[in-house]
């Protein structure tokens, strides 16, 4: 049974930083695209940024570009997204989710659509708030 789960949530200050991780049990990640996701009250859900199978390939939502860092430890199972400079409105839900690497074409292309992805953590609570 594929499972995942989000970690390292919390409060933070604006201009903080947090790292979340996305751990994998009952199957190896490394044969996996995974993308992280987040949702605010009363807002659809948005892709924030993904990673291919391989690791060679990343994309970010604007919001997050030059803020946001996504990366994967096979050894580990994990991948991780990094946080600095939060804002606001980063505030959400965070949440991972696995599909496998062989439905791209290319090994470094990973999705930032939430409909591409098969499976799904119980989500990390983000809050950015002085």
């Known amino acids: 049974q594929l499972q995942l789960v989000e970690s390292g949530g919390g409060l933070v200050q604006p201009g903080g930083s947090l790292r979340l991780s996305c751990a994998a049990s009952?199957?190896?990640?490394?044969?996996?695209?995974i993308g992280w996701f987040r949702q605010a009250p009363g807002k659809e859900r948005e892709g924030v940024s993904c990673?291919?199978?391989?690791?060679?390939?990343?994309d970010y939502a604007d919001s997050v570009k030059g803020r946001f860092t996504i990366s994967r430890d096979n050894a580990k199972n994990t991948v991780y997204l990094e946080m600095n400079s939060l804002k606001p409105e980063d505030t959400a839900v965070y949440y991972c989710?696995?599909?496998?690497?062989?439905?791209?074409?290319?090994?470094?292309?990973?999705?930032?659509?939430?409909?591409?992805?098969?499976?799904w953590g119980q989500g990390t609570q983000v809050t950015v708030s002085s």
């Open positions: 989710a696995a599909v496998p690497g062989a439905v791209f074409v290319a090994q470094t292309t990973c999705a930032m659509t939430g409909s591409r992805y098969g499976s």
């Open positions: 009952g199957f190896s990640l490394e044969y996996y695209a």
């Open positions: 990673i291919s199978r391989s690791g060679g390939g990343t």
